[in-house]
Nanobody, 124 residues
Framework: QVQLVESGGGLVQAGDSLRLSCAASGGTFSRYAMGWFRRAPGKERESVASISRAGSNILYADSAKGRFTISRDNAKNTVYLQMNSLKPEDTAVYYC?????????????????WGRGTQVTVSS
């Protein structure tokens, strides 16, 4: 069973950038498709991006296209989310998740393991 710990969140201004990291332990990282999700205040959790086990396939939600980049380093057991041109509507708790032997997918139900999240706040 893999454990996930997110980091890198914080308070930034609109237009700034942040890079989130998610460190995995307790499992063979390369066996897991990885995803980033977020929950804004008063809203349901939504998908942000997903990356396949080898990193060769990537999907983005419409809200992330052109501004966010997901990547992974299987040697470091870490997945990243580079967020550029941040907007106030990006304010949310960001979670990473792992799906064992899953294909790349934005479907939250495909992910069995979740981190506790990291807060991102974007001020206007």
């Amino acid at each position: 069973q893999v454990q996930l710990v997110e980091s890198g969140g914080g308070l930034v201004q609109a237009g700034d950038s942040l890079r989130l990291s998610c460190a995995a332990s307790g499992g063979t990282f390369s066996r897991y498709a990885m995803g980033w999700f977020r929950r804004a205040p008063g809203k349901e959790r939504e998908s942000v991006a997903s990356i396949s086990r080898a990193g060769s396939n990537i999907l983005y939600a419409d809200s992330a296209k052109g501004r966010f980049t997901i990547s992974r380093d299987n040697a470091k057991n870490t997945v990243y989310l580079q967020m550029n041109s941040l907007k106030p509507e990006d304010t949310a708790v960001y979670y990473c998740a792992a799906g064992l032997y899953r294909s790349v997918t934005l479907n939250q139900r495909e992910y069995e393991f979740w981190g506790r999240g990291t807060q991102v706040t974007v001020s206007s």
